[in-house]
């Protein structure tokens, strides 16, 4: 490590590492220098002078923002031509910016309210006519306000740097400049919304929050988006019970500033008209809404009376429900049931991948955040971008802050070819053995396409290259890792323990032999199957599988919820209810008041979210967490390798729905913002 | 061509061939001792090359004034990198018209200075950035280029020498900003004309992100005749910091408008009455402007005394600029020439900057309302204030170049601005002279 | 899109006057080059631009908007480009910007009904010594009084078709 620089700032003596920007030496100091356009991560603007100081031999006053900080510097941010500086630097930008805020979504959260608050004018000079332009929609998601915007270019850097996209440029000049998207007319993207979180001002406005709500009006509850794997925490604004907006307003959790549509926009599906509010009961060959007690007694009596009968058990778990109503269900159908038959939709072969690591004595699993550190990465499949995004967004903003080698193997051009180190298509990455070595560690992410004994030549291929090598096998859902890892499998207990009995898998679930096939929050009649004698089945709507049900038990989603799930990376982070919901119950409710009526409660503990944490923490292998970071709203890294597993999983049974940026499975078919995209790009 | 008669008190070095029959052609240029500064320079050593620049005293005649020879020791010789040389000819400083005429009269002496600023920095390569509307000039220098390139003075082995040298010319499209250096250097890119964040300089990461040597048309033009008869001569021609003549652009109220090139430290009052044939019509001098419109605006009597060269200049708080004079009489509208400038920056601000893009307009519209006759008294005091909040505030220059001739009216004639006052429109307008 | 055998021997020129990878650099020739041809930067020209310098339209968008010379709308067969900077204005050239546009009857950055003639108030371009001066497509023309103006654009008028636009 290098000497630390000694300077002084505001007569204090302050010391930052050799390279430090002034501006963010004074800030870990606690000395604010406002700024716009300065934006930690992007590349220098040096725009929007707010942030000039004086510095002591400079003739001028100097940006903070672009001043490295150096040996005996002194400087001042607390004199009066620093204050008018930036007085008068606000009164310029107010001059052409519409005094809309009493009805701008930004009032009450806008940087430059806060900016004129603490450092600018209380009167205005201005008397000309504004420059005023029409508000221009981009996207069904994204809407610009020119006259707004104070051409700070931060949507245009995370667009272009951060994202990687560039849909967003700068037109014209002078003061009619103007931010344009790529279309021309319209924007064609990811849709992400960064430029919309990133806007200082109300100039970039999301389509569905527009207009909705004052910013104070709100409750921000900080959880994890429920879409994909990659567990990115999103907060929902939240007022009466509605869900008004999702970002990461805080850039807490594994993702930073990062969400991709769905984890800022996609919240939306649990207000679709189509959302069941009441449990269904087949009468006379017609779903009909009843009671939750008549649901119940329903459910509970025909469990009851065909364990009497001998008969036989199905139960299907979930992809997106939590931990511990995988935990419950799969404890429920082993217990309670007493029944083997207990699986779900597979997207990854984790398995074989964790005993094959047990087999070659080292390799590990990569967090997200070795994503952005490690120096080198093997991309096998996948096209990341558009079904992983934060890990894409990882390891390019590895590439760009640390100048990270990426290689790529997969079937089609990918958004990572643009700036890997090699790029081959198909499968073959034999050939990269040479330059792989050379590197100082690797990161391996591989998709579905690689199952079985390709996972197992891919760790001895890994391994053979005399280097640090981690791993990410994707999948597809929220808690699609949870769910395996806590024994939703007929061969496995949770924490990869071996059953040791008999059980049949999805599949052979699906052929219609079972006296009651029992299904939470998964659909797997989506693709047809043979309707069992008597069918369960728990979501949010109804599915294809709801459809057939004999009882539907209408469930909460992820945001109506507590809970722990695990994402891609088996890293464990907690939901938190943002809302509550009518009608709905969350799926661990709804499994312990059938246990209830059954009188079985006993056997399977309280339904109490923590405490079945708590059970998960103290049994499950790998799950010895700590409490404090989940509870905190951090992301604990689990470590299920165990030794050898046996038996492993049925590559077979393991299939990716390779959702992208704008489907999500079930979900995604019931979000209006998803959906508008998508036939937005049909109609351009 | 020249378009104007010479003045025998000019010191014709850098226009020694203007006038000549065919003064574009190699032929002519290789009679009149074209070239052989460039022959004597690969004869010696970088260094010795960088000394006699230092030693003639050239300074940047872009407007800057830096020293030339201090520019090129920046470059670092031995950076891995390859180097460039770049040519500023993207003249947009309002009345300066000089190294259109530099090159239209004499282009291979371009070409030679830009030849020994390789040899100076070990650079192989080089383009001629050229505004947009001079299109004729880039035929003229692609002519130009042609023929150094048949008779052995570009491209590979340059007369034996062993060495090596490329030279292309580059259109503007378009855009003041893109004289300021780095906005240029942005332009050559391809990309829009925004300035760079400096340092680094582009001594360092210029061209391509690498080593450049980036000087205004007439420096380059200085130089073979630096080599040729060695820096001290052209030191000497000039005043103790600032050798050589400076081409002299007088424009506006002037009897005989002209590019003249003089010595430095002539003086104004001669140029003027001698060079320029004084003021048109018999009118008397009311303002001004030294070397172009981004000068503070100099009084009559300000002027008095005062010689064509920096210090001089500099001791008025105004500056020798790109040596575009503008001449003002006592029948013009202070208030309209100030509106005229600020119109120019408006529209010209690339927009980058908040002080720079705001600043501009509404000085430009507070001016237009003022010269309409709907001004008011507290206009004036705002228009000074305007001006100095964009002072040493705005990225680039040219937010000084704004507010440094609107600050320098809005003090000296502020009595202009009380006369437009209460709802009467210019006094000083006319009709059209010629009308 | 298909250029002139001279245009593209310009680009080809143009592709191959910059350092490897560096292609970008020809952007703002190339369309000052192919507006000169084309008569405006259209949107077919912007795509087939981006497609040779390997860029995004966005990209050429962001550049082409930013420099005055360029024009999205096509101009007439003679642009007219009265000066009416300070050195001009000093010698009336706002005059004769206002004589233009009567003469002419459109305005700034109009273009008259007959497709022959564009005007516009452009900022200085460089002829200060020899105002008020005016420019015709590339053509200048120094000290240029509202008769000399009219005499020059009655013969525009009359004259050969093409123009001196096209060079």
Redesign the interface.
Known sequence: MPDPVKLTIDGRAITAAPGTLLIDAAKAAGIEIPAFCYYEGLS??????MC?VEVEKMP??MTAC?LPVAEGMVVRTDTPQVA??RK??L???L??HPLDCPVCDKGGECELQDMVFRYGAGES??T??K?HTPEKQFSPVVFFDAPRC??CFRCVRICNEGMGVGALG?I??????EIAPNMGDHLECDECGACIDICPVGALTSGSYRYQTRPWEMTHVGTICTHCADGCKTTLGTRNNHIIRGNNRDHSGINGEFLCIKGRYAFDFYDHPDRLQAPLIRKNGKLEEVSWSEALTTVAKKFTKTLADNGTFGVIGSNHTTNEENFYLQKFARKVLHTNNVDHHRTGDVVTLLDALSEAGQGKLASVADLYERKAFLILGADLALEHPLLSNQIRSNFRHHQARIYVVTEKPVREDKYCAASLRGRDYSSLTEKLQKESELVIVFDDSYCGEDVRKLVAFGTSLGIPVSYVPLVDYSNSRGAIDMGMVPELLPGYKPSGQPGLHVNEMLEGNLDVLWVVGANPFKAGGKKPAFLVVQDLFLTETASQADIVLPAACAYEKYGTITNVTGEVQRLKLAINTMGAKPDLDIMGFIAREMSAAAILGPWFPDTITDQIVKTVHGYKVPMATLATGGAAQTMPVNGRISPGTLPGLVHSDHNGLFASGTLGRYSKVLNSVVENRARH | ML??EPSPLETRVLSRRFGQPNSTSIETYLADEGYAAFKKAAGMTPEKIIEEVKISNLRGRGGAGFPTGMKWSFVPRTSPK?KYIVVNAD???????K??VLIENDPHQLIEGVLIAGLAVDAH?G?IYV??????LI?ILDKAIAEAYEKGFLGKNIQGTGFDFEL?T????????CGEESALLE???????IPR?RPPFPAVAGA?QCPTVLNNVETYCAVPAILRDGGAAFAALGIPKAGGTKMT?????INK???YELKLGFPVKQMIEEVGGGIRMGHKLKAF?PGG?SCPVLTAAEVEGANMDYDSMASRKSMLGSG?V???DDQ?CMV??AL??MK?Y??????????C??????LR??LD?FHSGGGTRADIN?IG?ISR?ML????CPLGDAAAMPTLSIVEKFRGEFEDHLNGKPCPYEHE???? | MTFSPELEGRFEKLLR???PG?Q??????M???AQDEVGCVSDELIDEVAKR?G?TTLVVN??MS?????HRKPLGKFHVQVC????C????G???YE?ACKKLGIGHKGVTPDGEFSLEEV?????????PAI?VN???H?FV??EKLDRLLDGLKDGPPGGPRK?
């Open positions: 220098l603007a040096a725009a929007c002078r000039l001028k006053l672009t008018t500086a008068y630097t009164e310029f930008l001059t052409n000079r201005y000309e006519i420059v104070i051409l700068v014209q000049r002078g003061v009619v400049s | 378009y104007n390859p003249e947009s400083e309002p009345g300066t018209c190294d259109r390569a383009y505004r947009g509307e001079y299109r004729y035929e292309y580059h259109t503007g499209a378009g855009a003041y900003e332009s050559l890119e391809g990309k829009r004309g964040i391509f652009c007088l424009t506006g109220h408008p002209g590019v402007i419109s575009g503008i001449i003002m013009t309209k020439a005229r400038i120019f408006a529209h010209e601000s690339c927009g980058w900057c908040i002080p893009r705001e600043g501009t307009t509404w519209k507070i309302r705002l204030d909040n040493g505030r705005t990225f059209m002279a010629t009308a | 006057s910059y350092p560096r970008r650099s020809a952007l703002i020739p369309l000052l080059y310098i860029v962001e550049v930013y420099y005055s010379m360029l009416t900077n300070i050195s204005l000093l010698n009336d706002d005059k004769l004589h900022e200085c371009m460089g002829a200060c010594s020899w105002a420019q590339y053509d200048f120094h009084t509202p060079k």
